[in-house]
């Protein structure tokens, strides 16, 4: 019986700036032929291993000895390091080739010098931990980029009001004519909490509604 060997491209597409076909136009420029595209979109290689992404647990179906699997970069397997190294080892073993288009790196169980092994498991482990540090990078990258706009109320408004000036007067009358705040929510169409805070932080109000131009 014939063995057919087949190549495929795992792509993890995670935001909107991100392209599949960007992605896989890239490995067919590196050389490789793809005879099937396996993408996960909107998934986090961070809170997602790739058992339990939707698309990414079908590679330990799909996958035989023998097949080929293309990757961008290894942080397109997961950026966390033992899921990293985990899941290019269970391949390894399972007689598959892992190739990154990125550099053009191979990693495969044909070695069986333990010297080589080794340096093979040090360089996984390495790119492994290199994925799971630039997501900390970038986590704390962005801490930062959001404290320093919260800084400035103009660049970081907040959470937009449920409520625009014309509730916010209506609300005001409304309490006034001595109607309860479950009452008004119901006429004005708010939640009873932000009647509350209507009626009980005016000049948060206030600042809310000039941070969003209201």
């Given at each position: 019986?014939?063995?057919?060997?087949?190549t495929f491209f795992y792509a993890r597409v995670s935001t909107v700036e991100q392209s599949l076909d960007h992605q896989v136009s890239q490995a067919n420029d590196a050389g490789f032929e793809i005879d099937e595209v396996i993408a996960d979109h909107g998934v986090s290689g961070v809170q997602h291993i790739l058992k339990d992404r939707p698309e990414g647990k079908r590679l330990f179906?799909?996958?035989r000895h023998g097949d080929h699997l293309v990757v961008r970069w290894v942080d397109r397997l997961g950026r966390n390091y033992e899921d990293v190294t985990d899941v290019i080892r269970h391949f390894i073993r399972s007689g598959v080739t892992i190739h990154t288009v990125i550099n053009k790196m191979t990693f495969?169980?044909?070695t069986t010098d333990p010297v080589q092994q080794a340096v093979r498991?040090?360089?996984i482990g390495f790119l492994?931990?290199?994925?799971q540090a630039q997501?900390?990078?970038n986590k704390i990258a962005q801490r930062a980029g959001i404290e320093a706009a919260k800084r400035n109320p103009?660049?970081?408004p907040g959470r937009?009001?449920?409520?625009?000036?014309?509730?916010?007067?209506?609300?005001?009358n409304l309490i006034n004519k001595g109607l309860g705040t479950s009452a008004v929510a119901k006429e004005v169409g708010l939640t009873r909490q932000a009647v509350l805070r209507i009626r009980d932080d005016p000049q948060g109000v206030e600042a809310a509604l000039q941070r969003w131009d209201m």
């Open positions: 019986m014939e063995v057919i060997i087949a179906d799909k996958l495969d169980g044909v498991d040090a360089l492994a931990a290199t994925a997501t900390e990078a103009k660049k970081y937009k009001p449920s409520f625009d000036r014309l509730k916010t007067e209506l609300v005001r």
